[in-house]
């Protein structure tokens, strides 16, 4: 499909769409000084992932200060980010009354920056700004936490406990939240539409969520800058920058009004 006749087709299932569910990956925040896992320079090409699971995250304290020296590089730049077109366009779907849920992979809490009312929003892999202690659940200020291993203590204990302290997200081999997943499926089932952002869906559950939304015969449309494996489930796919596509997408559907 050429790429017009992808983004009309896409622009005439948003402006009829009534209940758009989206699912959002680190894709969408690239173009916000947030590198993504599996492009080339991303978190993966750096870091090996089968070192960072949360098992070994538990039983070794040299995991755990590898684990705290590379969010510690990363707070930052998540904390400083701006949300880009990409995520203005989604609040805008709220806005106009469409989304009925964002469901997004991302940690750096820039939907929630963009606009996007807390209550529309599923981290399904939970938050780099929030801490907690893995031993007790006390959560724990995550400037202060930062602090402290900028300061040299390289694999924080709980001020309560005494246990080990690890960002509020969900590592390979960490149970997914539950009440947020359950969510996330249900969303995929009572759809009308399902938008993908910038995602490789090779995850799962989160990379399952299209194939349900299709199942209950939700139209699915992919926004990312290279194919995936549900690309063949898509009624369009939108290459290129995300935010670029996301704005285009508005614009044709009429919606780029509510673009605030
Ligand atoms: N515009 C459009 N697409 C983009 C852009 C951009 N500016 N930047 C990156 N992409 C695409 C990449 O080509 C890639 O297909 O976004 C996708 C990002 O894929 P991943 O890096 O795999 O990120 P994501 O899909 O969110 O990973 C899912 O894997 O490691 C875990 O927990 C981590 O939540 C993450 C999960
Ligand atoms: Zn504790």
């Known amino acids: 499909m050429r790429d017009d006749d992808a983004l009309e087709k896409a622009a005439s299932l948003l402006r009829r769409a009534e209940r758009v569910a989206?699912?959002?990956?680190?894709?969408?925040?690239?173009?916000?000084?947030?590198?993504?896992?599996?492009?080339?320079?991303?978190?993966?090409?750096r870091y090996d992932p089968s070192k960072l699971t949360f098992d070994k995250f538990v039983a070794s304290a040299d995991t755990r200060r590898l684990y705290w020296e590379i969010a510690t590089e990363s707070y930052p730049v998540l904390r400083d980010a701006e949300p880009n077109a990409a995520h203005r366009a989604v609040a805008a779907l709220e806005r106009c009354g469409k989304l009925l849920l964002l469901v997004t992979q991302n940690v750096d809490g820039l939907h929630q920056k963009?606009?996007?009312s807390d209550e529309k929003i599923i981290e399904i892999h939970g938050s780099s700004l929030r801490v907690t202690c893995i031993d007790c659940g006390a959560p724990h200020d995550r400037e202060e936490v930062h602090a402290?291993?900028?300061?040299?203590?390289?694999?924080?204990?709980?001020?309560?406990?005494?246990?080990?302290?690890?960002?509020?997200?969900?590592?390979?081999?960490?149970?997914?939240?539950?009440?947020?997943?359950?969510?996330?499926?249900?969303?995929?089932?009572?759809c009308d539409l399902m938008l993908v952002i910038g995602s490789s869906l090779v995850v799962y559950p989160a990379a399952g969520l299209p194939d349900e939304a299709v199942?209950?015969?939700?139209?699915?449309?992919?926004?990312?800058?290279?194919?995936?494996?549900?690309?063949h489930l898509a009624a369009a796919t939108l290459g290129g920058s995300a935010g670029e596509s996301m704005s285009l997408l508005l614009r044709r559907a009429g919606l780029d009004g509510a673009d605030g």
């Open 148 to 190: 402290r291993v900028l300061d040299g203590d390289v694999a924080p204990g709980c001020d309560h406990c005494g246990g080990r302290l690890k960002p509020a997200t969900v590592s390979f081999g960490q149970a997914m939240p539950e009440r947020e997943t359950l969510a996330a499926f249900q969303a995929a089932r009572s």
């Open 114 to 116: 963009a606009g996007t």
């Open 215 to 231: 199942r209950g015969g939700a139209s699915l449309i992919i926004v990312n800058n290279e194919a995936t494996d549900k690309d």
């Open 22 to 45: 989206v699912l959002t990956g680190a894709g969408v925040s690239t173009e916000s000084g947030i590198p993504d896992f599996r492009s080339p320079g991303g978190l993966w090409s």
